[in-house]
């Protein structure tokens, strides 16, 4: 079974754009989040979404988007775009029909931001 | 709300030494707990995972963790350390049922000198 994968793997983007990454989950999966990563921060939430529909979400500003397709494919969009956006966002999917919370990650996408 | 501490933000040790890493969590009953291992360029990997029943868990790569419940930890052990093993080590939390969120220590990186 293939793992998840996220497009691009790398993006560099000036201050004041926007950008899309996408992740495809494992199949079967229903349930995808994204999370941001960046040295001394840890992973920080972004939000997740199930069939479809956003059902959680972290504490970051409006400029951090998502939605999910039908597929389950989910994708993540930040607008006007700071230095500080600069990280490796990475998604996981899962599947939360049962009672385990085990995710499972793909490589991410180290966004620069110049 | 839960969180998760790990105190240790770098550690190194030799190679063939033992390993322990900490980890501390809050949630106000049995949480789900996790390790994940992430190498440099990718994504996290699951090394194990506790929910119930016996509090030693054994996982990949030779890891293994023991649920406290008195002193609310999750430490990860491993008896001798190979340089493979030089990465970053991420403990979570998550509260039991699949819809909800998962929570992130802000990951402890391992050095492993010859």
């Known amino acids: 079974k293939a793992g998840v994968t996220q497009t691009p793997r790398y993006l560099i983007k000036t201050r004041g754009q926007q950008v899309t990454l996408s992740c495809s989950p494992i199949?079967?999966?229903?349930?995808v989040s994204w999370y941001q990563q960046t040295p001394g921060q840890g992973l920080q939430f972004l939000f997740e979404?199930?069939?479809?529909?956003?059902?959680n979400k972290g504490n970051f500003p409006g400029r951090f988007s998502g939605r999910q397709f039908s597929n389950s494919r989910s994708e993540m969009n930040v607008s006007t775009l700071e230095l500080g956006d600069s990280a490796l966002y990475l998604c996981?999917?899962?599947?939360?029909?049962?009672?385990?919370?085990?995710?499972?990650f793909g490589p991410g996408t180290r966004l620069t931001v110049l | 709300a839960q969180s998760v501490t790990q105190p240790d933000i770098h550690i190194t040790v030799s190679e063939g030494a033992s390993l322990e890493l900490r980890c501390n969590y809050s949630?106000?009953?049995?949480?789900?707990l996790f390790w994940y291992v992430q190498s440099p360029g990718q994504g996290l990997q699951l090394l194990l995972k506790?929910?119930?029943?016996?509090?030693l868990v054994q996982g990949i790569k030779g890891f293994e963790a023991e649920f406290k419940r008195s002193q609310s930890s999750f430490n990860l052990r491993k008896p001798s350390v190979h340089w493979s093993d030089a990465a970053e080590y991420f403990c979570?939390?998550?509260?039991?049922?699949?819809?909800?969120?998962?929570?992130f220590g802000i990951g402890t990186k391992l050095q492993v000198i010859p």
């Open positions: 996981a999917s899962k599947t939360p029909e049962g009672p385990y919370n085990e995710q499972f």
């Open positions: 199949s079967g999966h229903r349930s």
């Open positions: 979404y199930f069939s479809e529909t956003q059902r």
């Open positions: 949630y106000g009953a049995t949480p789900y």
């Open positions: 506790y929910f119930s029943g016996d509090t």
């Open positions: 979570a939390v998550g509260a039991p049922g699949g819809y909800q969120k998962v929570t």
